[in-house]
């Protein structure tokens, strides 16, 4: 009875530490090679509720592409993308889900510049088809895109002489495109990042015609109106950041500012005050940009890009809003040092893939879990 009572405080105490403490159950579990899509930076990736769509991108021997690989986790196993009648290649373009497709748009390619092209890929039939080409917007790459459940919005972006603050609004179920308002939006600008809150788009930070911004804009499709960001208490400015929606808030994490200097800071911006809050830097990961970013419902998990020096990471870091606390990403087991991947959240786990690492352009990819 005496040994029954010391086993069963034992067991109290261990899990009373464990919630103390934090005791970690992260992993990191490897995705095979076998079938994946060949090694490749400045892809894209989407989640269509099943499986991760992999597609374009620039190959090991700095060759874009037009393939892709579907990446079922609950199977571990990979499937190609056919190539009968999918979009041109390219590199730097966009891709979102609308519930029943993968729609590729925008982009560059190496051999006929930058693009107004795309595809809407559905992965049932495994068959493309193409995007209207009527009142698209101009050719463009390192723009953004959004879903608003209706429509996919592209805004801003470069044509490499010239840098957009216009875009348009395409309807997959009519395949028609329309212009966007650019009464009062936002100075034009290039690698800058775009959220969807429910309600509106908001487009922040960036490159503009001569400067790295901290500003940022609100579209309403509704209405095609346009509000400004506040810039008090806005992050300093930058470029190749990340940001994420987290139901209430939009957060700004990492990346280059004025001076190529990196950044390991970052802002709350709430939409419905037009207010800023800071993000803690105490526990936060080493400044970084080329890195992602998802948040899993609870979190926001930053991970790989490269650090001040170019040197590559396989390091990140796990934000709490709510907390405004920082906890690190376990490397027991993480991938190789990489930027140019991309990440996606699938319900349960983050799934990373490609990007360039130390020894050149890759075809790896884990899954983080915790």
Not at 42 to 64: E, F, K, N, R
Not at 146 to 162: E, F, K, L, R
Request: aromatic residues 10%; charged residues 20%.
């Amino acid at each position: 009875m005496l040994r029954s009572a010391v086993c069963l405080l034992l067991i109290i105490c261990f899990l009373w530490i464990d919630s103390e403490i934090g005791y970690s159950k992260e992993k990191w579990i490897h995705i095979p090679k076998e079938k994946a899509p060949d090694a490749r930076v400045l892809h894209t990736a989407i989640w269509d509720g099943h499986q991760m769509i992999i597609w374009g991108g620039v190959s090991d021997g700095g060759i874009d592409l037009n393939t892709g690989g579907r990446y079922d986790p609950s199977t571990d196993t990979w499937t190609s993308v056919t190539t009968e009648k999918a979009p041109d290649i390219r590199e730097n373009h966009t891709a979102i889900w609308d519930g029943h497709q993968m729609i590729i748009w925008g982009g560059i390619d190496d051999k006929t510049g930058v693009l107004n092209t795309g595809g809407r890929y559905d992965p049932s039939t495994d068959i493309w088809t193409p995007i209207a080409t009527e009142s698209v917007p101009e050719a463009r790459y390192v723009h953004t895109v959004i879903w608003t459940g209706t429509y996919m919005i592209v805004w801003g972006g470069s044509n490499i002489i010239d840098t957009f603050n216009d875009g348009g609004r395409y309807d997959p179920s009519t395949d028609i495109w329309t212009p966007i308002a650019t009464e009062e939006s936002s100075e034009t600008r290039s690698n800058h990042t775009a959220i969807w809150d429910g309600h509106q788009m908001i487009i922040w930070g960036g490159t503009g015609r001569s400067d790295v911004l901290n500003t940022g804009g609100r579209y309403n499709p509704s209405t095609d109106t346009w509000l400004p960001v506040t810039t008090e208490g806005t992050p300093t400015p930058r470029v190749f950041h990340t940001a994420i929606w987290d139901g209430h808030q939009m957060i700004i994490w990492g990346g280059v500012g004025n001076g190529g200097v990196g950044l390991n800071t970052g802002g709350r911006y709430n939409p419905s005050t037009d207010t800023w809050l800071p993000v803690t830097t105490e526990g936060s990961p080493e400044s970084r940009n080329g890195h992602t970013a998802i948040w899993d419902g609870h979190q926001m998990i930053i991970w790989g890009g490269v650090g001040n020096g170019g040197v590559g990471l396989n390091t990140g870091g796990r934000y709490n809003p709510s907390t405004d606390t920082w906890l690190p990403v376990t490397t027991e087991g993480s991938p190789e040092s990489r930027n140019g991947h991309t990440a996606i959240w699938d319900d349960h786990q983050m799934i990373i893939w490609g990007g360039a690492d130390n020894e050149g352009v890759s075809n790896t990819g884990s899954k983080f879990s915790e």
